[in-house]
Nanobody, 114 residues
Framework: QVQLVESGGGFSRPGGSLTLSCAVSGFGSSILNMAWYRQAPGKERELVATISIGGSTNYAESVKGRFTISRDKSKKTVDLQMNRLKPEDTAVYYC????????WGQGTQVTVSS
């Protein structure tokens, strides 16, 4: 059974940086395409970044140029490097495996505030 465990969230001042990590287990092969989502209080869950099987990346306009998604196939981890954080980045962040569509982790809280 596929499991996704997010870590690395916390508190940051505006302009700061955080790195989130997602550990993927219960899958025997190299991890495939992955994504990060986030959900702010009172808002819908939104797609933040994706990485394809071939390593191509895509980002929501709101984070483009500030966030970087990366994947370590051997370690089965997916990271989200977040720079120049803004208060509107405050949310619970989730990693997601499109090939295991019903699986969600517990998420990791990111709070950006002055």
């Amino acid at each position: 059974q596929v499991q996704l465990v997010e870590s690395g969230g916390g508190f940051s001042r505006p302009g700061g940086s955080l790195t989130l990590s997602c550990a993927v287990s219960g899958f025997g092969s190299s991890i495939l395409n992955m994504a990060w989502y986030r959900q702010a209080p009172g808002k819908e869950r939104e797609l933040v970044a994706t990485i394809s099987i071939g390593g191509s990346t895509n980002y929501a306009e709101s984070v483009k140029g500030r966030f970087t998604i990366s994947r370590d196939k051997s370690k089965k981890t997916v990271d989200l490097q977040m720079n120049r954080l803004k208060p509107e980045d405050t949310a619970v962040y989730y990693c997601y495996a499109p090939w295991a569509p019903n699986v969600w982790g517990q998420g990791t809280q990111v709070t950006v505030s002055s």
